[in-house]
């Protein structure tokens, strides 16, 4: 047996990239994670750290999200790792890790300035 699950919850980095594969809508955007500060039992400090995540969502959650999310959304998400391999067109390898979106809550509407 094995499991492939991720759990995120942050904030939307852009408003979601809609696109169609064979009639069927594809959501992409980045996800935000924070890690906080960390003073250490000597004193010194960890700086904290943000990682970025790709998101995709398929069907229905594409649709969601070009309805709901916007750059700043508060979400959690859960899915599977997937990663991806292609040319680009210097022939240079690349390599990219998506998740893919299962299930979501919209934690929060992104604030107006």
Do not use: C, Q
């Amino acid at each position: 047996m094995s499991v492939n699950k991720v759990i995120l919850l942050g904030n939307v980095g852009r408003d979601p990239e809609i696109r169609y594969v064979e009639k069927r809508p594809i959501a992409s955007f980045p996800l935000a994670t924070d890690e906080r500060p960390v003073r250490m039992p000597d004193g010194t400090e960890r700086p904290g750290r943000t990682e970025w995540h790709n998101i995709i969502m398929w069907d229905g959650a594409a649709e969601m999200a070009e309805r709901y999310i916007r750059k700043g959304t508060r979400m959690y998400i859960e899915g599977r790792l997937r990663y991806r391999t292609w040319e680009d067109r210097n022939t240079i390898k690349r390599t990219v890790t998506e998740i893919y979106v299962d299930s979501f809550e919209l934690l929060g509407s992104p604030k107006s300035s």
